[in-house]
């Protein structure tokens, strides 16, 4: 609210002319009340006849003299009073939606309303203005229709609005009254009263302060976690998590309990731990190793004693962008080849890449001819790479590797199930891959891209030498235009393929058998790409890869064919920006409860692989922490407008209001595989983690700049700066003609000195 | 007999029906990417000089390790394009070669740019002394002259028992051939990886085995003992070239430090 201005009066005043300076008409009165005091002194000590007639002609002469010089003017003019300018920073963030009171139903964001309105009543003589404050500079607090706006700001930013005021354009407040709950982010807890004075010094005004809030609730919460360091993949991540009781609530301890979310099933507890408080404050530290690089939602919850009030802030949900520090890969080839050979020392060359590999050099009908101390060859620990280490690669690479007589046919579901958490899995062929390996009708390869024959007698591969054929999403795929870039659409020739079934729902083939055909007619897929869960697998039914390498066309292209491909796979793999065929990100931290929105980035404006039509985009969204019947349970799906991309293929979306919870946001173009974004929707957050309020800080950044403190139900009567006039139209009149105060002058100079002569003075 | 013949018949059947279940292996599929020691033709050179040696190396491979290997190896001309179809080369050599052409260079210089690996082969090296000093003839010596040339910028370096040719299948202790030669391996390393492996050895001359199934030469000083440790040379070798430095990783190492530290055989 902005206080009108006074109403306009007219006035009218005597003043000198305005042509006079103002020191001139100061040594004109100083020099006639000099004169004055020298006739009078004179005449007193002379004490004859004609006294009083000299001293009374000399006043006059002087006085004449004066008026001759100053010439006064009457000036006429329409004047108003002008409150003093007061700024009302009204703390709008989350935290001002808890209630008043312990057992209110009143928020503090009516309380401050109230106040602000009390406010306004008692200060007429002030022109307030209102401003919300949070994140960054303040902003009007009523919307266009004019009701107050709902606390939704994700910070108590002081700081901030403050300085904004300062670096304002417009008229500078004489005076800043905030009104809050105390709980600021900043100026933060314990802040010295030096730095609070420091807020009001650029503005040069005192700044008052209005507490709404007594006394917090009854309340157990999560108030704060923080990491040390980035997460990295793989590498445990030591977490501080401060908990606490408040408004009463009396709890000696609490169970802290760190879990990621996930989509493929029940959150998996990461760390546990119990924290004593002390003084209504506890702290305890977790190590939580999270293996899948990406963004990846942690939930911190407590355990709330009885009585807790505000259930929203016994979770939080945090959002971790887990970076990779090197791309573990576990290599297991069944046999030596030129093919092992070639993407061994492409792992091996990359420094990013954290290579642990498993050869079979020696079958049971191998006969080495050598004690078993005079080989090399150490047991393949399959049992222990499968169940203990598993975890801990991003990718697994089986090449030319049979399943069935190394024992890892008992592994396959545990496999699989890597897989569908967030593992990768790249297939690669040979005469013991895929349907000749033992794969088909294996949990391993449902999470293949394709499906494998597993009737009796399939037919494993097909050994007439070939040239793989680009499928039209072969030549629009990321990954692969490293490759084209470097081969264009050059292909050496394979020595056969694997027989691979259709592709199937969610994945992509972008090399294809260039005469052989599926049972539905289809060409047999050679190299795809699909999704599984919240994992990745790659099937490439040729061993013949390396000769990208060694060949007249790795000759010509400096052997870079067969690395441009590998970075594509095993990038696309581990979702490398790079490789995906668009972007999800939330243009703001989502909210539970109010819409979020989300920015779709499709480079190629979601055009199909010809470059035509655009293609269906669709975002779909799924509870990560969904129990299965719930009704959110369901995935959401949001159409992505076809015609919205730009030049840069950019969009934004509005996610529909969701409540608190993880989420997995997956953008579908076309039917290949996604691109995901997991995001956490808090109802609170980081406002609610504390639901004290801290009249105290609002108390001391009164004192330090000058203000005053006032409860909000108390009188708010508040000592604001005085109005000020301003004149708003003018007229000057002259009282008499510049002539006529010389003549009267000089006139009454010569009666004086009439006067003067006939008592004998000269 | 009829009734014998009419109790097998369910089993045969059976067993019939159980072969046609199985998954069809792959029938020769991969062998392009066997191992093959393609002999090099360079210098004037127009035959490896053990012509039997490839084979034999192949076979000693395909029974010994779980490697397939071309048990018919090519051979490809320096300046041929084919010489960058594969991985490998083997060069080997009793007479002193003649300066290589520009194009043979060239092609050289093209396989090892892509990561090829050359083994050169003395076939005529002696071993007189039988003391293990180093014999050359004069095909290792020209042909290390020519190597020099196209690798002008390295040099060989010697290699030992700890380095991964020496473990990368059987755990060896010392490099022998056809004689027993130097205990070391020359070799030129580049980019952390042996590119040029040179044997005074004459390994082709321990492996060559005529048509008869009779050994082509005989191994010396150490007779048949030294032609087992010379084709465990060759499959380590082999191995190398497949594996480059599998048995270099770090899971590898315990179990060969305690091997090695137990291990009688020479």
């Known amino acids: ?762 | 007999m009829r009734r014998t013949l009419m109790c097998f018949f369910p089993f045969a059947f059976a067993l019939g029906v159980l072969v046609f279940f199985l998954p069809r292996p792959a029938r020769a599929f991969g062998d392009v990417g066997a191992f093959d020691p393609r002999a090099l033709l360079a210098g004037g050179t127009t035959g490896p000089a053990r012509a039997t040696a490839a084979g034999r190396w192949s076979w000693e491979l395909v029974q010994r390790t779980s490697a397939p290997a071309r048990l018919k190896p090519s051979q490809v001309r320096a300046d041929d394009a084919g010489v960058v179809d594969g991985p490998f080369l083997w060069w080997s050599g009793d007479a002193s070669v003649a300066t290589l052409s520009p194009q043979e260079i060239a092609g050289l210089r093209r396989f090892f740019a892509l990561g090829g690996v050359l083994l050169v082969d003395d076939a005529g090296a002696s071993d007189d002394a039988g003391d293990g000093r180093s014999g050359a003839s004069a095909f290792g010596k020209s042909a290390r002259e020519q190597i020099a040339r196209v690798l002008p910028d390295t040099s060989p370096i010697a290699l030992g028992p700890d380095h991964v040719l020496f473990k990368s299948f059987y755990l060896l202790k010392r490099a022998e051939g056809r004689v027993a030669g130097p205990r070391t391996l020359d070799a030129i390393v580049r980019g952390g990886q042996t590119q040029v492996v040179f044997s005074s050895h004459d390994l082709g001359g321990a492996l060559a085995r005529g048509a008869t199934g009779a050994w082509e030469n005989p191994v010396v000083p150490g007779g048949d003992l030294q032609r087992e440790r010379a084709i465990r040379l060759a499959v380590n070798i082999a191995m190398y070239v497949l594996c480059s430095n599998y048995k270099d990783d770090q899971v590898h190492a315990p179990f060969l430090m305690r091997r090695r530290a137990g291990a009688l055989v020479p």
Request: charged share 20%; glycine share 10%; hydrophobic share 40%.
């Open chain 1, 1 to 762: 609210m902005d206080a009108p201005a006074g109403q306009l009066s007219l006035s009218t005043r005597l003043a000198v002319n305005g042509d006079l300076p103002p020191w001139a008409a100061v040594i004109a009165c100083v020099l006639v009340l000099v004169s004055l005091g020298v006739l009078v002194v004179h005449e007193l000590r002379r004490r004859e006849r004609g006294g009083v007639a000299i001293v009374a002609s000399g006043v006059l002469a002087l006085l004449a003299l004066l008026l001759a010089v100053v010439r006064p003017v009457r000036i006429a003019a329409r004047e108003s009073v002008i409150g003093a300018k007061v700024v009302v920073l009204t703390d709008t963030s989350r935290s001002m939606a808890l209630p008043e009171e312990p057992s209110g139903k009143t928020t503090r964001h009516d309380v401050g309303a109230r106040a602000l309105a009390e406010l306004a009543k008692q200060s007429k003589d002030a022109r307030l203005l209102a401003l919300g404050f949070g994140e960054g500079a303040p902003t009007p607090v009523a919307s266009k229709d004019g009701e107050a706006t709902a606390p939704s700001a994700p910070r108590s930013d002081l700081t901030s609005a403050l300085r904004a005021l300062a670096a304002s354009a417009e008229e500078r407040p004489q005076a800043v009254v905030v009104v809050s709950d105390g709980r600021l982010d900043d100026p933060a807890e314990g802040a010295s009263p030096e730095n609070l004075a420091a807020l009001g010094k650029e503005l040069k005004v005192p700044i008052h302060a209005i507490a709404t809030t007594r006394q917090g609730p009854p309340d157990a919460s999560v108030r704060r976690v923080s990491a040390a360091g980035a997460a990295v993949a793989h590498v445990p991540l030591p977490l501080s998590v401060e908990v606490g009781c408040s408004g009463g609530l009396s709890c000696d301890e609490l169970t802290v309990t760190a879990r990621e979310l996930r989509e493929d099933g029940p959150p998996a507890l990461l760390a546990t731990g119990l924290s004593h408080l002390k003084d209504g404050k506890g702290t305890v530290d977790l190590s939580v190793t999270l293996e899948r690089a990406g963004a990846r939602i942690i939930e911190i919850a407590i355990t709330p004693p009885s009585g807790d009030t505000v259930p929203e802030n016994d979770r939080r949900l945090l959002t971790f962008v887990v970076a990779r520090e090197r791309v573990r890969v576990l290599h297991v080839a069944g046999r030596p080849t030129n093919d092992v050979r070639a993407l061994r020392q492409w792992l091996k060359s990359d420094a990013s890449v954290d290579v642990v590999a498993f050869f079979i050099l020696r079958t049971q009908s191998d006969n080495p001819n050598a004690r078993q101390e005079d080989l090399s060859l150490i047991p393949f620990p399959v049992d222990e790479l499968f169940t203990e280490h598993l975890p801990s690669f991003d990718a697994v690479v089986l090449q030319d590797f049979d399943a069935q007589p190394y024992g890892l046919e008992k592994h396959l579901p545990q496999l699989s199930r890597y897989v569908r958490s967030g593992g990768g899995l790249i297939m690669v062929g040979g005469q013991n891959s895929f349907v000749a390996g033992g794969y088909a009708g294996t949990p391993l390869a449902e999470v293949l891209p394709v499906s494998l024959d597993d009737s009796p007698g399939a037919t494993a591969a097909d050994v007439a030498p070939i040239t793989p054929a680009w499928t039209e999403d072969g030549r629009t795929a990321p990954l692969l235009a490293p490759l084209r870039e470097v081969a264009s659409e050059e292909l050496p020739q394979m020595p056969g393929a694997n027989i691979l079934g259709d592709v199937r729902a969610g994945g992509l083939v972008l090399w294809s058998h260039p005469t052989r055909t599926t049972r539905t007619g289809a060409p047999m897929p050679i190299l795809a790409i699909g999704d599984q869960g919240d994992g990745r697998s790659i099937a490439l039914g040729i061993d013949g890869a390396w000769q990208l390498e060694f060949s007249q066309l790795g000759a010509r292209t400096s052997g870079r064919g067969y690395g441009a491909m590998w970075d594509g796979l095993l990038g696309w793999l581990m979702r490398d920006p790079r490789f995906e065929p668009g972007q999800l990100d939330l243009t703001s931290p989502c909210v539970a409860g109010e819409p979020a929105r989300l920015r779709v980035r499709a480079p190629d404006g979601g055009r199909d692989a010809s470059g035509g039509s655009a293609r269906e985009m669709v975002v779909e969204l799924r509870r990560l922490d969904a129990r299965s019947g719930e009704p959110d349970a369901a995935p959401l799906k949001v159409e992505v407008p076809r015609h919205a991309p730009g030049a840069t293929g950019t969009v934004e979306v509005t996610l529909p209001p969701l409540p608190a919870g993880g989420y997995t946001a997956r953008l579908k173009l076309g039917p290949g595989p996604t691109t995901r974004r997991d995001f956490a929707c808090e109802a609170g957050g980081d406002e609610w983690a504390d639901s004290r309020p801290d009249p105290d800080r609002l108390r001391a950044l009164a004192a330090a700049t000058g203000g005053s403190f006032r409860w909000a139900n108390d009188d708010l009567a508040l000592p604001f700066p005085k109005p000020a006039v301003v004149s708003a139209e003018r007229h000057v009149v002259p009282l008499a003609p510049p002539w006529s105060w010389t003549l009267a002058a000089a006139v009454l100079l010569g009666v004086h000195w009439f006067t003067r002569r006939r008592s004998g003075l000269s």
